[in-house]
């Protein structure tokens, strides 16, 4: 199915990132180089923090954020199961555990109040998401890890923008990591980026990235060939040039694509206040919500159908998340069951992502909006006997 009335996301790259894409291919460096670092300064300059490095995504960014700080085998990552599975699955590859934490009721966040209970001896930090776009409580996330020596890394794929008590991504973490996948705020197909604030830790995730090699390509490009060694086991992350190209000229779009999203976001929510059988997560006050995806729950829990019957009026729709303690894998390998994380359960139950993006219109909105109420009202009038 191709003819959507109203896709569920649309990317705006267009002739900037073409003409950037096409100065980078007028060089002579396809790989990690000028333009990779040009985004980096850019990055890190956005978050307020000393140092950015390009990845290929933030599934990478957490995994070597991990590795960097030492934290691998027989020990704990404290997390969240209502989140993408990459937040989970970088903590397996880093060689530790995952322990859950229920998310809260109204917002699909890690639940802080939760986290202290789930601290045992072999704990070693806390893996938030900004679920939607909208922060987690990081200041009383620091208290915690504060108190108890524990070291916090933030999955910030959903956030770039987001600010809650004058907090922002990365402000009170040893790093977060960010993604730039298709659907994401920032994208270049795939890509993504770890930013902090500690030198040691930032030259430790530049080997990281490339094998542990002392000197890239671009250096070689540059000073011609001399022999480099690998001083640490690394991965294959590096972001190309390539991929920062796209990035760059997205800077600029930021802070407007972040305002359209607002608006967008408020016309759904007045519109949808009175279609029955709907909740919208709740925003905290003092935040300024990113505004990744915008998410539904539907009460009885009836999910699954009502996706179809969008789909049957050409309507795009996800599901962020069903979550990940119920995936097989976790299952088995950690005999998880339905009913540990009765929060994140109910979300993963009910949550839809509806179509939203900048580019859409408030008639595909409203579209969007008159077929959810259509269906709803279906669902409320009682069959009949
Ligand atoms: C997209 C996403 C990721 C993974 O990002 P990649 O760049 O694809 O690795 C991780 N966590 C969350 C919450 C995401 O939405």
């Known amino acids: 199915m191709t003819d959507w009335r109203v896709p569920y996301y649309r990317h705006d790259l267009g002739d900037a ?15 990690t180089g000028v333009a990779t670092a040009e985004f980096e300064a850019r990055f890190a300059h956005l978050l307020g923090r000393r140092h950015a490095l390009g990845v290929m995504s933030c599934t990478g ?12 085998s027989g020990e704990e990552v404290i997390t969240t199961p209502m989140s993408f599975i990459a937040t989970s699955t970088a903590i397996l590859e880093a060689g530790a555990t995952p322990v859950f934490v229920d998310a809260e009721n109204d917002t699909g966040n890690i639940d802080a109040a939760r986290v202290e209970a789930a601290i045992g001896p072999k704990t070693r930090a806390v893996l938030p998401v900004h679920l939607y776009g909208q922060m987690c409580d990081m200041r ?19 956030c770039i923008e987001g600010v809650r008590d004058g907090v922002r991504p990365g402000d009170l973490a040893k790093a977060a990591c960010f993604s730039f996948y298709a659907t994401k705020n920032m994208t270049c197909g795939e890509g993504g980026a770890i930013v902090c604030d500690d030198d040691a830790m930032a030259e ?10 002392n000197k890239t390509g671009y250096d070689r490009a540059r000073e011609g060939y001399t022999h480099w060694d690998m001083t640490l086991l690394g991965w294959k992350y590096n972001m190309s040039n390539i991929e920062a190209a796209l990035l760059l000229p997205q800077f600029d779009r930021i802070a407007p694509k972040l305002a359209r999203r607002h608006a967008l976001a408020r016309q759904y929510e007045q519109r949808l206040s ?44 996800v599901v962020n998340y069903r979550p990940i303690h119920l995936m097989s894998y976790f299952r088995e390998r950690f005999g998880y069951r339905p009913g540990m994380f009765p929060i994140a359960e109910w979300i993963g139950e009910r949550t839809i992502s509806l179509p939203f993006y900048p580019d859409m219109s408030e008639k595909q909105v409203d579209i969007v909006v008159d077929a959810l109420r259509r269906i709803m009202m279906r669902r409320a009038i009682p069959a009949h006997g």
């Open 17 to 31: 990132e073409l003409q950037s894409l096409a100065r980078v291919l007028a060089g002579d460096i396809l790989t």
């Open 140 to 158: 009383a996330l620091r208290a915690i890890a504060d108190r108890r020596g524990l070291a916090i890394i933030e999955d910030s794929a959903h």
């Open 204 to 213: 430790k995730l530049r080997l990281l990235r490339v094998h542990g090699m």
């Open 274 to 317: 009175n279609v029955p059988g709907i909740r919208i997560p709740a925003t905290r006050a003092n935040t300024v919500h990113a505004r990744h995806v915008f998410t539904i729950w539907i009460e009885d829990g009836n999910r699954d159908c009502i996706i179809e019957e969008l789909k049957a009026e050409r309507i795009g729709a």
């Open 61 to 72: 960014a957490m995994h070597l954020a991990l590795l960097a700080l030492g934290i691998g």
